[in-house]
């Protein structure tokens, strides 16, 4: 059994405050992880676990440090011989501190860095070698990849966003499951009520319903996490994983939310 989970930003930090985990939120998602493994287990199987964070309350602020409008309106990076450091370790911490509390769940959670390894093209590419996670799953190792800043073509620099390494990897690796565990129920329509659904029959309709991401995010919120899932026809589900048992649940497959597929 191979899942890939995205645990977002906004269930594991407070938004507002630069650098503030929500604790109890993390080990709570800590228990529930291991208690997957257990009934994986139980069953005579194994949970072979990808996790994937995003930027919370540590990429966010400090990236907008390094983004200017230049004169032509677009938003560029600038002063990245200090800026790259700086993202690059706020992000270490954070995923150091997630890592560590999985650790106290004896969740054997590994580190991955997108900084040191992963870029993207000038066309926009994304060039991200798998090797190395492919060899910590047989080894039942766990690893966790984050939100980062990287590399983009000649001289540009661009934040990968834990949005872009799910389906990345869900299109790559094809899991059984691959889990968007976002803070709100799924992907609202205009009265607020979750679409059950998501595929080519509605896309234009829930495209009139998504809002850009919220004014402390510099990636693309619920627009980015759909349509990169249905742009590379992945099949995955967006669930609150704010709720109790939801990450339980979602990973052995019984939480509700919204299907992309
Ligand atoms: O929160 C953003 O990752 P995301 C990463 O998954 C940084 O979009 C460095 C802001």
């Not at 650790?103 to 994304?126: M, N, R, T």
């Not at 690893?143 to 073509?153: E, N």
Request: net charge positive.
């Amino acid at each position: 059994m191979l899942a890939i989970l995205k645990l977002g930003g906004s269930i594991l930090c407070d938004k507002n405050t630069p650098f503030s985990v929500k604790t109890d939120d993390l080990k709570r998602m800590s228990l529930e992880i291991k208690k997957a493994i257990e009934y994986y287990k139980n069953k005579g199987e194994i949970l072979n676990l990808i996790i994937v964070h995003g930027g919370g309350s540590f990429g966010h602020p400090v990236a907008k440090k390094y983004i200017k409008t230049n004169e032509n309106g677009e938003k560029v990076f600038f002063n990245m011989e200090k800026g790259f450091w700086d993202i690059q370790n706020a992000m270490r911490k954070f995923n150091n501190i997630v890592i560590e509390e999985l650790h106290q769940q004896e969740v054997p959670a590994v580190s991955i860095q997108p900084s040191s390894f992963i870029l993207f093209d000038e066309k926009g590419e994304l060039h991200f070698d798998t090797y190395a996670i492919e060899g910590m799953l047989k080894r039942n190792l766990i690893p966790v990849i984050h939100g980062d800043i990287v590399l983009k073509g000649e001289n540009n620099y661009k934040i990968f966003s834990g949005d872009h390494a799910l389906p990345y990897l869900s299109k790559k690796l094809n899991p059984d499951l691959s889990l968007h565990a976002s803070d709100v129920d799924g992907v609202y329509d205009l009265d607020k009520k979750t679409i059950k659904k998501i595929n080519s029959d509605n896309i234009n309709d829930v495209l009139k319903c998504l809002k850009p991401s919220n004014k402390q995010d510099i990636t693309g919120g619920m627009y980015l996490k759909v349509m990169e899932c249905y742009n590379l026809g992945i099949k995955t589900i967006i669930f609150n994983g704010s709720k109790k048992d939801n990450i339980y649940k979602s990973l052995i497959g019984e939480v509700n939310g919204t299907k992309i597929n």
